[in-house]
């Protein structure tokens, strides 16, 4: 697979994942509810589908050769960017008005 295919590809799924929590009412988009999620709920699946991102992208660093060491810096640095990616979704739930 192609290095820049496999970014893109993290990239992409990043940004439907951020989303994800915003646009439906099941959990994880799966598990049906029968009330609606509160903005705690949202918050905790975005943590949980951020986890599974990265999962992603270490599967696909693997694949491509040897994983680097990663601190804490990279963390803070793609989770501030998950949380900017999940604003359309916020932007559409919370601030959007629904006729």
Do not use: D
Not at 25 to 34: D, G, H, N, T
Not at 68 to 77: D, I, M, R, V
């Amino acid at each position: 697979m192609n290095h820049s295919f496999s970014i893109w590809l993290v990239l992409i799924t990043a940004l439907l994942a951020a989303n994800l929590p915003f646009i439906n009412e099941r959990w994880l988009a799966v598990i049906p509810r029968s009330l609606p999620k509160t903005l705690w709920m949202r918050l905790a699946e975005l943590v949980v589908l951020y986890f599974a991102v990265g999962a992603v992208g270490l599967a696909l660093e693997h694949s491509a050769g040897q994983i680097a060491p990663q601190g804490w810096e990279f963390y803070a640095t793609t989770a501030a960017l998950f949380i900017t990616l999940a604003f359309p979704g916020f932007v559409y739930r919370y601030l959007y008005r629904h006729r």
